[in-house]
């Protein structure tokens, strides 16, 4: 499993920076890892197989990196990941044409079953959130001990009922409570340090 720096001083700008010297393998995998499962759990879910999903990924992230030392990104204009997801979807729907094409060996066929803008960008976020909670989760993994990651992800991830988890992991009352309300606010800051280094935009630092 990936594994991701918890801490959330580290500016992920920097790294994006990084990333306009093309010999800077480290940087670029950090930001493949970053935001590949994201585009390919979108190409996915409209439809495109596993092969084609990668290819959009590729496509994507290259192009963002082939741009990225005219890239100016204004975060007045809206959040990054909606940008990536609106770069996501025009290639997602260039593959589903082009599946179409080949599948029909080129002659007249239906056209392709390509989402409207808002039913993309609500599956985007739909995906979004669901990257988010996944890394502020590993992360949390990284910082309790198992049975209270365990009896945490039972009653706040998953809605357990009290009852259930004492069951079930033969804890106690009190036991359950602390790992639900000692451990949610910490993982409501993780959340909340995903979504800042996720959304820091590339950006060129200000001359001196």
């Not at 093309?22 to 759990?41: C, K, L, M, S, V």
């Not at 979004?128 to 039972?154: G, I, N, P």
Request: aromatic fraction near 10%; proline fraction near 6%.
């Amino acid at each position: 499993m990936t594994r991701f720096p918890c801490n959330p001083g580290s500016t992920h700008s920097s790294v994006l920076e990084g990333i306009r010297d093309p010999g800077n393998r480290t940087a670029w995998e950090r930001f493949f890892d970053q935001y590949a499962p994201y585009i390919h759990a979108l190409a996915r879910r409209r439809g495109l197989r596993h092969a084609d999903a990668e290819d959009v990924v590729q496509t994507v992230l290259s192009e963002i990196v082939g741009k990225m030392r005219e890239f100016d990104y204004d975060r007045q204009k809206g959040r990054f990941h909606v940008w990536l997801a609106e770069a996501t979807r025009y290639r997602v729907e260039d593959a589903l044409r082009r599946n179409v094409r080949l599948d029909a060996h080129e002659i007249s066929c239906p056209a392709p079953d390509v989402a409207a803008p808002d039913a993309f960008a609500a599956l985007a976020e739909e995906e979004w959130l669901a990257l988010v909670r996944q890394r502020a989760l590993e992360r949390l993994r990284e910082e309790v001990s198992r049975r209270q990651f365990e009896l945490f992800h039972a009653v706040v991830i998953e809605e357990w009922p009290t009852e259930k988890a004492m069951q079930v992991f033969d804890a106690s009352r009190a036991a359950v409570y602390q790992a639900k309300h000692r451990i949610l606010p910490r993982y409501r800051e993780l959340l909340r340090a995903v979504v800042d280094e996720l959304e820091a935009p590339p950006s060129t630092p200000s001359e001196p």
